[in-house]
């Protein structure tokens, strides 16, 4: 069972995805920048699931610790966090780790709206993540459009894809063997890591529909092959 960090563990995105992997029984580890708000968030954690965590460890780590310990690091951090987070725990990281990036570029990040990306320079959030990790590394973008809320919300039936992009194919499959121990997700192999700069563009999308329908969507591929 690989060992998984999640930082920025104490945000929608983050716990909510600590929550429901503990639950399908991952090692998880919660990061943030203050060891004891992922403790808090471990503790939170733990007492929500009650005895659902199927034996999984629960833990909340500073970030840099919580990645050294890990196989697979989820950066579940706002865009403007990105850079700075990848700095400050590059040396925990070694060859052979992947990293699941979740980043978007939101114009929210400098004060727009969120339903706005910015442009990055190396194409996508997660091209700059792969440009900034040691040698070795391999990124992974994906959850781009998976509700926070809905991941903490246990008694939701989840029913989405999600869409990842990666430079090998055997880094998404890793990916998707993880994710997918969520019920209710399926990853898609969407191409190279380059293709991220397009599905991160869809979260502002999904933000717009659910504000204009009071709704919380996700993103569903119809006609593909079982």
Not at 149 to 163: G, I, K, N, P, Q
Request: hydrophobic fraction near 45%; aromatic fraction near 2%.
């Amino acid at each position: 069972m690989e060992r998984v960090a999640i930082i920025g563990g104490t945000g929608a995105l983050g716990y909510g995805l600590a929550l429901r992997l503990a639950r399908a029984g991952v090692p998880v580890t919660i990061g943030s920048r203050d060891a004891g708000r992922a403790g808090e968030a471990a503790e939170r954690a733990a007492a929500a699931l009650g005895g659902e965590a199927g034996g999984a460890a629960l833990a909340g780590r500073e970030n840099a610790e919580a990645a050294g310990a890990a196989d697979i690091v989820v950066l579940a951090v706002p865009f403007a966090s990105q850079a700075g987070t990848i700095q400050s725990i590059a040396e925990a990281l070694a060859p052979e780790q992947l990293v699941l990036d979740a980043t978007v570029p939101l114009a929210a990040a400098v004060g727009g709206k969120p339903v706005r990306t910015l442009g990055v320079w190396q194409g996508s959030a997660a091209q700059q993540a792969q440009e900034l990790v040691p040698d070795g590394v391999a990124v992974v973008s994906g959850l781009h459009t998976v509700s926070g809320a809905l991941l903490e919300d246990l008694d939701h039936e989840l029913a989405e894809d999600v869409l990842l992009c990666g430079n090998r194919k055997a880094d998404k499959q890793r990916a998707a063997a993880l994710v997918e121990r969520i019920p209710g997700l399926r990853c898609v192999d969407c191409g190279r890591l380059e293709m991220s700069r397009y599905t991160e563009q869809l979260t502002p999308l999904i933000i717009g529909l659910n504000i204009r329908h009071k709704a919380k969507a996700g993103i569903r591929i119809v006609g593909l092959p079982d």
